[in-house]
């Protein structure tokens, strides 16, 4: 397949890491080869095995259609609970009795985790790839989450600290996921569908964060 280029034109030929799209990086040994390539509507299957395990699956999609329920629905649920969390966490605090500088403080920290989370996720996503890191953007906002419950009911002199925290990994899973995001998308769209997907996966950050909010307010009314 002129996916993996010249190289891997047969069996038993020798396939480097890096001709491995993202999505499958493991720890790939000298042995690793080519075993058949095939076409299933319309997405690219490459059958690679290991000296030591069973053969894995390198899929390329060839449609927004087929990009939807491994791409574009995960990083709609994301965006949603990110921008849901936004717009209510801060008016939460206030009612805790916090004051706009503390509350102004926090997204201050929040915006932090960003900026802080882009270099070890990029380091992080070369070595395991965008599906394990994926799962680390997952478990970063489950923790911001609990360090928010957490926060609501210990002492005073706790409940920023932990509040801060929280919006600290909160910033950082936003970093990660969209990194890892963008590098799933790369790795496995084809070439000619990679435009149209990124443009989509816009507006689909787009659509998210605009009923992040509602839903918060609504959630948080109730």
Same mark, same amino acid.
Request: hydrophobic residues 45%; glycine residues 10%; neutral net charge.
């Given at each position: ?131 394990? $890191?994926? %799962?680390?953007?997952?478990?970063? +906002?489950?923790? /911001?989450? *609990?360090? #928010?419950?957490?926060?609501? @009911? ?21 970093? $990660?996921? %969209?990194?890892?995001?963008?590098? +799933?998308?790369? /790795?496995? *769209?084809? #070439?000619?569908?990679?435009? @149209? ?21 609504? $959630?948080?009314?109730?």
């Amino acid at each position: 397949s002129s996916h993996f280029g010249p190289s891997c034109s047969g069996s038993g030929t020798e396939m480097s890491k890096a001709s491995i799209p993202y999505s499958l990086q493991l720890p790939f040994g000298r042995h690793n080869s080519l075993l058949a390539t095939s076409s299933r509507a319309g997405t690219e299957v490459a059958e690679v095995t290991m000296a030591d395990e069973s053969p894995l699956q390198v899929v390329e999609y060839r449609s927004l259609q087929e990009l939807a329920l491994p791409h574009f629905l995960p990083c709609f649920i994301s965006q949603v609970v990110r921008s849901l969390t936004v717009a209510v966490l801060p008016m939460h605090v206030l009612s805790l009795g916090y004051s706009y500088d503390d509350v102004g403080l926090l997204s201050t920290i929040a915006g932090v985790g960003i900026a802080l989370g882009n270099i070890p996720a990029g380091m992080l996503t070369t070595v395991c790839g965008p599906r394990f $890191v994926l %799962l680390v953007h997952c478990v970063l +906002f489950t923790s /911001s989450a *609990a360090l #928010s419950c957490a926060a609501s @009911r210990v002492e005073a002199h706790l409940a920023l600290p932990c509040f801060a925290a929280s919006f600290l990994l909160l910033g950082t899973a936003e970093s $990660v996921g %969209l990194l890892a995001g963008n590098t +799933f998308m790369g /790795s496995t *769209a084809h #070439s000619s569908l990679r435009g @149209r997907a990124g443009s989509t996966q816009g507006g689909v950050v787009r659509c998210a964060a605009s009923v992040g909010p509602l839903v918060g307010g609504m $959630v948080a009314q109730a």
